[in-house]
């Protein structure tokens, strides 16, 4: 499922990572919290993680320039494929 809506994140900017470590989102009225490691692909203007709770699997973007973090997709189907990137 497509969703591209900002959320609110709890990440840690620690010094010597070049990348802020996701740790929750707070998406829907609820609290996500991610412990499954990530993978990050990172393009000119913004970060996409990519997480797999269970059978859920989750493409957030952070755009460090706004320091705003973005849900783009929720993939709950159970599905091993590719959330596609857009």
């Known amino acids: ?15 010597g990572l070049l990348y802020p470590v996701l740790r929750a989102i707070r998406w829907d009225g609820r609290r996500i919290d991610f412990a499954s490691p990530t993978r990050i692909e990172r393009t000119t203007r913004s970060l996409l993680y990519r997480f797999e709770e269970g059978t859920t699997r989750y493409a957030i973007r952070f755009e460090p320039d706004r320091q705003k973090w973005f849900l783009e997709a929720v993939d709950d189907s159970g599905l091993v494929e590719e959330i596609p990137t857009p």
Do not use: G, H, N, Y
Not at 1 to 15: G, I, K, L, N, S
């Open 1 to 15: 499922m497509w969703v591209d809506e900002e959320v609110d994140a709890m990440a840690q900017f620690r010094t």
